[in-house]
């Protein structure tokens, strides 16, 4: 729990990005992340919370404290015939408590699968992939308010969840370090295969009776073909959200790019993919030295090795300029740039 100085972050971050933070420190329970509060050298308006670092481009050393979240452990509070509310720690990597509600035949996160990151950063931006958001089995979380260290819970209607987005992000952004979450899975799932290649992949599988796994290791397939692996070469996955505009404006896309694909978004706007309108930029497989776009993935940047990261955030406003110009539509980072 003691603090460290100069920290080298470079492992801490999936871009790999090589960069030090002037003081860190790792806690692994409430007590001693409250402890961390209390001291005195941290400046509390100058601090970042770090899980697997999987939604973070660092663009410079950080000046202020670095903590890692390392609150493990998954249990099942309380269930009945139809659910159960199970609990993770904010530190719990998210893929392994997917695997845990698979191997305990409880549904509603199995599209979730393979997603990067930390159970304590999900409900932060309210990840989803595949048809299903964190939202639709989200119960309650536990967090630390940084300025006093007292303890609060926060329902989904206080998380105020969005696309991708949550009061975390919003008004309450840097005041609170999320330490526990819990869920409400099902133990009589609805299986959700209509969004993306998932029923084309099942079928490739030949699997003929859907169950929580053979859904999972379609969307783990899906995701291994199209999305690079960060121990083999550095990005943060999907770096855009993919943007919701209103029908009106997409009536006139399709005019022009009848091929441009859609989905059905919140209040009536349609949502269409950034990876699309990135790779007709021109921007897939594009390299620039040793950073770029991925081949496969017009979604993601990558750092082939020893990039600098205010180098892809450079190429990240490129890109958003360019498919601002050409499709009349303003993309936004999903990843944090610090």
Known sequence: MNLRYNYPLKNLNTFGIDVVAKQFASFSSVTELQELLKLPEIDKNNLLVLGGGSNVLFTQNFAGTVLLNRIEGINILSEDEDVALVEAGGGV??????????????????????IPGTVGAAPLQNIGAYGVELKDVFYILEAVEISTGKISTFNAEQCNFGYRESIFKKTLKGQYIVTHVVLQLSKKPVFNTSYGAISNTLEAMQVK???????????????????????????????????????????????????????????????????????????????????????????????????????????????????????GITLQPEVNII
Do not use: M
Not at 95 to 101: G, S
Not at 268 to 276: E, F, L, M, Q
């Open 93 to 114: 990597t998210w893929h392994d408590l997917v695997l845990f509600a698979i191997d305990k035949e409880l549904g509603g996160i199995e599209n979730l699968s393979l």
């Open 209 to 327: 009776n859907i169950t929580l796994k053979a859904l999972s290791d379609a969307v783990i397939a899906i995701r291994q073909s199209k999305l690079p692996d960060p121990a083999l070469i550095g990005n943060a996955g999907s770096f855009f959200k993919n943007p919701e505009i209103s029908p009106e404006q997409f009536a006139d896309l399709k005019e022009q790019y009848p091929a441009i694909p859609s989905y059905p978004a919140a209040h009536g706007n349609i949502k269409v993919p950034a990876g699309w309108l990135i790779e007709h930029c021109g921007w897939k497989g594009k390299k620039i030295n040793n950073y770029g776009v991925h081949k496969d993935q017009a979604l993601v940047l990558v750092n082939y090795g020893g990039a600098e990261g205010n180098q892809i955030r450079a190429l990240a406003y490129e890109i958003i300029e360019s498919v601002r110009q050409k499709f």
